[in-house]
């Protein structure tokens, strides 16, 4: 029977001078049910939270803001596959997260259409409705990077970007029962009910083909932080197109010109002229472990593991290299895989106590490659900063310490 | 219970109806037309008392910025390859001078937005373009005349052409941006105005 | 511009009688970044928690145990998608959940191996990964329903079942790594180190198909409630199997035949016999809104939507039907499917005020359409009792209060 | 560092190899065959007292059942048809006496598991099997005669042969279970062994 030991075959074993404990957990009662009626992460855990990023990662002359105009990172490094759990998704805010009563807040519809409608969230989750996974990246993640590599942690360098699954209602849906003026229509001005009602123009186009009203994030309601009770979801696109807390849609023939789409979230190029509208975050790709600030324990295989996504729909391949970039091999996939969503990637590696340079490199299904830096500069100047979708090197040194470095 | 015949149009028919009125005081979007501007005027005096007031503690002194607080509302240096990057300030880069209006009215002042009333929001926008150099000192601000000012950066803006890196899968012995021969690409500027259909364009 | 309305082309305007005032949450502060560095749901949202089932919810002679042998359940009603947030994930213990130090927990591996093997959490977090989205069901889930219709809500009568992405490493890989003797493995006994040390018998071929040894929950650690630091996912199968707390996997060619595989967890058929190893939880699927306990608070349009799962594989269709069973309408699917895993459907309807009975019936990838209750009565007799796959039927009565009926 | 050598043959190197010795406080399991029953003995007498002291508040006298607390220790009603569903007790209805011995050593005393020393075990299990009417009261437990023991449900277990319905997925004017002609479908028994890879069967 199994309670035989094969002790025979048994390879050379490491005669351990103590034996196994039985842990006072294997001895005493555990926590009741609904000692937590909505759960927690285990105390243990306390480390994975939402960071703003360490003052070394800012770029120099950044003077940090209020609190209520900030932002705090994903802990990328600790997380695993599509989904980004609610409570560590990043927050990004212009006026701070207000805290909406359900009951009070409504959502209007009006301009280019042939009735003004007033949409209670009650109501909206009584339309037809859809359940999507879509990841959410700041137009100024990996802003530290740009040039320079100033970061230091996967975290404060790139946590401006998680993942859900999203509820919610098609705004084609509600057009059609507004009754959209489609001849003259050419943008829909999407606007907040937080203190500074962010507003952003979003072309007619766009909002027509995969934007929704959202009201559900990974199953539950809309986190406040997220834009409870209501948010847009402009799938692929910058987060603050997203936009939060969403009181209201003007459907128009000109785009608003808000201060969130002129002053801020545009590129200046290195000829004066600046872009405006560069919604789409490009196909990028990041190795969460090892990464910056990680110290790896001793020599013997690691698993690489990274996320990449792309605003341009699936990602078709990611490339990983541990020399720098000379010599490049196919990473697995290793989870499901959703056009513009995070996809985790994973590449068989031995720490042999050498110096290496890791990279990955994000390939999408137009076929675009991720770039390097040095080609996103030589593109735009230097004088651009959002939408860095460029190559993160992780170098390890021979102590196992992993850093930020430019290739 | 349902609302008898007020949604005969709606195939769902859970939208409520309603007027252009009620929706007013939500309906704060000021466009480059002008044309939502609310009645009203202010001069750069005004404006000055009321910045003093109620947007030095943040701003600074003439906009020229706190300590780690609100932004810099003054002209900055130019708009050319500098390091750090260049601040990009009302007077240099805005398009339009609604924005400013726009912003101030649905945004500002950052802990009381929407406090203001219109008559102090010409004041202040007046006071913020005069001290850009945007517009001369005696100039009144109202709706009538605030959609005519041409900022200097009006034409500044492009479209969005990306993608504009064509990096390629090298897989063996690759060359890196270090190296010599490396291949980085071009510049890739446009002013095409129809490439990208995300573009923000006025109606013609 | 858009500023110009379109008065002309509107349609009848119900002349509100007063206007939209702006409320305090757009004219004041919010919260700032860091209000929580690990985020909690909106306190309007208070009432979406785990919960014991009703009282009435339990069958008569229903001994409730100590809250350490108990369970809470998922308030379904609440949830969309695919889903469900860690926070509201059901809860089954058979002695507390424990509060395990991850630096002093270790997976050991032994029995019809070549080399006992002990493996630290840090270390299996090395191995080569996989992550996969599975639901977990507890066998004794509806059992409120079995044979009458005693539950009330859906949270409480079918709140026993989760869905969540899960990250870990593969058995086979494991034994692989250990030596397992192949010819002689019959069995793994899967331990855990909570107070009970929980101990169920799979067989080797189940085994060494798609279990694995799980560390992740949603992308972040597994809560201590579902087993932290590992546990096992065995996919498709009732989960007290999936053993949590995870401290030992013992080869061997004999089942244990633990209490919790003989006492519990077996079915009594109608002839004094009894089902051991009934592991696979059959094609089930429950419309959760409208559902137990709702009062519809108007006529007019809903959209029903529900969840599907099954032990087999995919499901490949949800069928509807308003009237009690006469009519059927095949539903839309509106999540992404996978294997195994909670599949959402939604259905198109109009409450005009009249009685109706809404029942769901799942199809998976084997054909398997889910049974009416006597089906499975006629077939297992009285005393069954785990594993109720049966069909749900809601009542919407007249004036729109929802309540669980039998057809 | 890597323990040099210590993993050859494993891919991954990242196991340590482990002796049985130290493996041993963990290994409790208790199968039918009784190899892994600890050396010990014990008495009905030796079990009342321990029962009394350490049992009885949650179990009740003699397992006649506590209130909202453990379960039924008893022989209980027949397994036959009845509502409510038949109380699966130990006499009547589990198959070996090992799982006795193998859950009271794992799990109980519920809030002080493991505290039982071997002769405490085979005299618990020796009065909670002579209370269920399965061995005469004289019986002196031991880790030679524990496996011996021939439990009345032994063979009472049969392999999983669902799916058990076969429901059609009928879609207009169907029958509902309340209507008459309805197919319920047929019982669906069987004794085979080997039908189902998840059965638990003993090796020959
Ligand atoms: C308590 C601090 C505070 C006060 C008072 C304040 N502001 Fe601001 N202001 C800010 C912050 C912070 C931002 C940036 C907000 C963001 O990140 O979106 C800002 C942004 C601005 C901008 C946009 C700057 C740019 O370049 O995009 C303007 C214009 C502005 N404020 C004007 C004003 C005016 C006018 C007042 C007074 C009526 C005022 N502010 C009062 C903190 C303040
Ligand atoms: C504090 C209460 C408590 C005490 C004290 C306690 N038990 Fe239990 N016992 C329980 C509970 C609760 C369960 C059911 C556990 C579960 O749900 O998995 C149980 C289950 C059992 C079972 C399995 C019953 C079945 O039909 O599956 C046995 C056998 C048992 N106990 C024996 C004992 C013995 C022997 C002692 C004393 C040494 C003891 N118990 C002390 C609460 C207790
Ligand atoms: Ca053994
Ligand atoms: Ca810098
Ligand atoms: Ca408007
Ligand atoms: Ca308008
Ligand atoms: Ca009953
Ligand atoms: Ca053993
Ligand atoms: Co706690
Ligand atoms: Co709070």
């Not at chain 2, 709606?10 to 009645?39: A, E, M, R």
């Amino acid at each position: 029977s199994g309670a035989i030991l094969l002790s025979s075959l048994k390879q050379q074993v490491i005669a351990a001078p103590k034996i196994l404990e039985v842990p006072i957990w294997s001895k005493s009662i555990g926590n009741p049910v609904l000692h937590h009626s909505y759960g927690l992460p285990s105390n243990f855990e306390h480390q994975v939270i939402r960071r703003k990023s360490n003052p070394d990662d800012a770029p120099v002359e950044y003077v940090p803001s209020l609190d209520q105009a900030s932002r705090s990172f994903t802990p990328l490094a600790d997380l695993r596959g599509v989904i980004t759990p609610n409570g560590l998704f990043f927050e990004r805010y212009h006026g701070g997260y207000p805290n909406i009563d359900p009951q009070k807040h409504k959502l209007i519809i009006h301009g280019l259409v042939k009735r003004n409608l007033e949409i209670t969230v009650e109501r909206l989750k009584r339309y037809p409705s859809i359940n999507k996974i879509y990841f959410l990246e700041c137009s100024g993640n990996s802003y530290s990077n740009w040039g320079e590599n100033e970061g230091s942690s996967v975290q404060g360098i790139h946590g401006l970007v998680s993942c859900a699954q999203w509820t919610g209602v098609p705004l084609s849906l509600l057009f059609r029962e507004a009754g959209i003026d489609l001849d003259k229509a050419k943008y829909v001005i999407a606007e907040g009910a937080d203190a500074p009602s962010m507003a952003r123009s979003i072309a007619i186009t766009r909002a027509l083909d995969d934007v929704f009203v959202a009201y559900a994030q990974n199953g539950e309601a809309l986190r406040a932080e997220q834009g409870y009770p209501l948010r847009l979801i402009v799938p692929g696109c910058e987060g603050s197109i997203n936009i939060k807390w969403l009181r209201r849609l003007e459907v128009t023939d000109t785009p608003l010109f808000s201060r969130n789409e002129t002053s801020k979230y545009t590129d200046l190029l290195g000829n004066d002229m600046a872009r405006n509208a560069s919604l789409i975050m490009e196909a990028k790709s990041v190795i969460i472990a090892p990464s910056g600030g990680q110290i790896l324990p001793e020599k013997g295989f690691y698993e690489i593991r990274g996320f990449a996504w792309s605003g341009r729909g699936s990602i078709t391949a990611v490339d990983v290299s541990t020399d720098g970039g000379k010599n490049w091999q196919r990473a697995n996939i290793s989870s499901d895989i959703f056009p513009k969503a995070i996809t985790e990637f994973t590449f068989p590696w031995q720490f042999t106590g050498e110096k290496a340079i890791l990279i990955s490199r994000a390939i999408d299904e137009t076929g675009y490659v991720q770039p390097y830096t040095q080609q996103l500069l030589k593109s735009r100047g230097h004088n651009y900063g959002y939408h860095n979708n460029s190559m993160q090197a992780w170098e390890i040194e021979t102590n196992g310490r992993v850093q930020n470095v430019i290739i | 219970p349902l609302l008898a015949n007020s949604c005969t149009e709606q195939d769902y028919c859970l939208g409520i109806v309603v007027s252009d009125t009620y929706i007013t005081p939500w309906d704060i979007d000021v466009d480059p037309s002008g044309h939502s501007l609310p009645k009203g005027s202010g001069s750069y005096d005004q404006g000055l008392a009321i910045y003093n007031q109620q947007c030095i503690a943040c701003h600074g002194p003439q906009g020229k910025g706190g300590i780690r607080m609100g932004e810099k509302l003054r002209p900055l240096p130019q708009l050319v390859n500098i390091t750090p990057l260049p601040h990009k300030s009302i007077g240099r880069y805005w398009p339009y001078a609604t924005t400013l209006f726009d912003y101030i009215q649905r945004a500002m002042p950052f802990y009381t937005p929407k406090s203001l009333k219109p008559d102090q929001i010409y004041a202040l926008v007046a006071y913020l373009l005069i001290e850009n150099n945007v517009i001369s000192k005696d100039v009144i601000l109202t709706n009538e005349n605030l959609a005519e000012i041409k900022m200097p950066n009006r034409n500044g803006f492009v479209c969005d052409i990306r993608p504009d890196t064509f990096n390629l899968a090298c897989m063996q012995d690759c060359l890196t941006p270090k190296d010599k021969g490396f291949d980085l690409g071009k510049i890739v500027m446009t002013d095409s105005k129809s490439l990208q259909a995300d573009c923000l364009l006025l109606p013609e």
